[in-house]
């Protein structure tokens, strides 16, 4: 049986510099079963990361298939970042979204501003903040995914992206993991609870409330 959406699904966007932490929240997030969010995978021209499974982290794909994508309408929103394009597929967030789910996007903020200017009230932002620059650096260099020019690339991009703070919902910084993913938890829980997202499931509720 078709599932019967009580709310509208909401579009819960990350985005932080390179190396603060959104892909461990996002597995931490995703691993929880029960908040039942489903990532959106990006498509991206960049190269895969050993970690990385095709389909899973991103679809990898050629410059040449992402310009086509693009050019017809298939993105819901894209960028060039750090030298490479990302993109969120449309249709498979139209779906999710029907079936009153909610869709975690892990963008960049030139992606959150096209979604929001699309989705509006639909989506809920966070940015999520190093707690240094020294740690910031400390992380890029921990995880030894990026050779040493991406490093430094990741690092001069990160200035200009941590000015972007003041166009999100929610801003945390990321010290303590696992508070700040208590903090997205709660973020999330609290959203779902918002009246304007649950008007068909509480209109149903209270005209039953009210026949007894
Ligand atoms: P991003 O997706 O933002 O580029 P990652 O999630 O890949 O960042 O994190 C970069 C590195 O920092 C990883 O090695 C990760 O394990 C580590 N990390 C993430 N959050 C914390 C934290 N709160 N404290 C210490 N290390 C962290
Ligand atoms: P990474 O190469 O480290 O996986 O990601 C680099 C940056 O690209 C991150 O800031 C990430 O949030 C962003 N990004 C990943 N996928 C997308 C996407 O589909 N659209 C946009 N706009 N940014 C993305």
């Known amino acids: 049986m078709p599932h019967t959406p009580d709310r509208r699904g909401i579009v819960l966007i990350l985005s932080s510099p390179s190396g603060a932490g959104k892909t461990t929240l996002t597995r931490m997030l995703l691993q929880n079963r029960e908040l039942d969010l489903t990532?959106?995978?990006?498509?991206?021209?960049?190269?895969?990361?050993?970690?990385?499974?095709?389909?899973?982290?991103?679809?990898?794909?050629?410059?040449?298939?992402?310009?086509?994508?693009?050019?017809?309408?298939?993105?819901?929103?894209?960028?060039?970042?750090?030298?490479?394009?990302?993109?969120?597929?449309?249709?498979?967030?139209?779906?999710?979204?029907?079936?009153?789910?909610?869709?975690?996007?892990?963008?960049?903020?030139?992606?959150?501003?096209?979604?929001?200017?699309?989705?509006?009230?639909?989506?809920?932002?966070?940015?999520?903040?190093?707690?240094?620059?020294?740690?910031?650096?400390?992380?890029?260099?921990?995880?030894?995914?990026?050779t040493h020019d991406a490093i430094e690339r990741r690092l001069d991009n990160a200035r200009n992206e941590i000015q972007r703070w003041k166009s999100y919902d929610y801003v945390l910084v990321n010290d303590d993991l696992q508070k700040t993913f208590d903090d997205l938890i709660a973020i999330l829980r609290s959203e779902r609870q918002r009246r304007p997202r649950r008007m068909k499931g509480i209109e149903a509720f209270v005209a039953r409330l009210l026949s007894e």
């Not at 929001?116 to 707690?131: C, E, H, N, S, Y």
């Open 39 to 146: 990532l959106s995978i990006s498509v991206t021209t960049r190269a895969r990361r050993s970690s990385e499974v095709d389909g899973i982290h991103y679809s990898f794909i050629s410059q040449k298939r992402f310009e086509a994508m693009r050019d017809s309408g298939d993105l819901l929103e894209w960028a060039e970042v750090h030298g490479n394009f990302y993109g969120t597929p449309r249709a498979p967030v139209d779906e999710i979204l029907s079936e009153g789910r909610d869709a975690l996007f892990d963008i960049d903020y030139q992606g959150t501003q096209q979604v929001r200017d699309k989705m509006g009230a639909d989506t809920v932002t966070v940015f999520i903040l190093p707690p240094s620059m020294k740690e910031l650096r400390a992380r890029l260099e921990r995880r030894a995914e990026d």
